[in-house]
């Protein structure tokens, strides 16, 4: 069966850098696209953006670019999500998320929580 | 960027009533909007996709309607397993965004 899940919760300070991954399995990796989504705690849902995870090319939404890059391990069918010089306001979960083709997201991940805090 | 308004932010039903929740566009997005389901502590499911297409194992109670900048999704009969949260998503604009969220919660 499809899965997608991610790494573990992580508690980070300020400054610091995190990579979360998403190891996708049940499908063959490439065929799908596979987006980035925040969500803060007792907030709604925010699109950071996708990559190609056939030629690996990212983009991003508008907040997104700069401090966060989004990655692949191909051969591990993993796509990763790093953000460096961490902010209190990075405190969130994110879900990695399948995109079938058109644009919905068909498949997500578990979430994964990483808190910034001092 | 294409935003998207949800109303109401929050809709309090007796289970058995039907709904309709709402997402407004800000330009034109043809039918290119979809609809997530997010329970506490859950990734969100996909309930409907191009406004009014049915996805496979979602219950028949779940429809949606619209098209250009307004957006409707329906429940016929809320159950209880339906409180929870409802998000719309367009993916018109190759940047996508998330509407605000309607929270769908017992009276």
């Known amino acids: 069966q499809i899965q997608l899940v991610q790494s573990g919760p992580e508690l980070k300070k300020p400054g610091e850098s995190v990579k979360i991954s998403c190891k996708a399995s049940?499908?063959?990796?490439?065929?799908?696209?596979m987006h980035w989504v925040k969500q803060a705690p007792g907030k709604g849902l925010k699109w950071m953006g996708w990559?190609?995870?056939?030629?690996?090319?990212?983009t991003y939404a508008d907040d997104f670019k700069g401090r966060f890059v989004f990655s692949l391990e191909a051969s591990a069918s993993t796509a990763n999500l790093q953000i460096s010089n961490l902010k209190n306001e990075d405190t969130a979960t994110y879900f990695c998320?399948?995109?079938?083709?058109?644009?919905?997201?068909?498949?997500w991940g578990q979430g994964v929580m990483v808190t910034v805090s001092s | 960027n294409i935003v998207l308004t949800q109303s109401p932010a929050t809709l309090s039903v007796t289970p058995g009533e039907s709904v309709s929740l709402s997402c407004r566009a800000s330009?034109?997005?043809?039918?290119?909007i979809h609809w997530y389901q997010q329970k506490s502590n859950e990734s969100p499911r996909l309930l409907i996709k191009?406004?009014?297409q049915s996805i496979s194992g979602i219950p028949s109670r779940f429809s949606g309607s619209g098209s250009g900048t307004d957006f409707t999704l329906s429940i016929n009969r809320v159950e209880s397993e339906d409180f929870s949260i409802y998000y719309c998503?367009?993916?018109?604009?190759?940047?996508?965004?998330f509407g605000s969220g309607t929270k769908l919660e017992i009276k």
């Open positions: 990559i190609n995870t056939y030629t690996g090319k990212p």
């Open positions: 998503q367009q993916s018109y604009s190759s940047l996508s965004t």
């Open positions: 191009y406004a009014s």
């Open positions: 998320a399948r995109d079938y083709y058109d644009g919905t997201y068909d498949y």
């Open positions: 330009q034109s997005i043809s039918t290119s």
């Open positions: 049940g499908y063959t990796f490439t065929d799908y696209a």
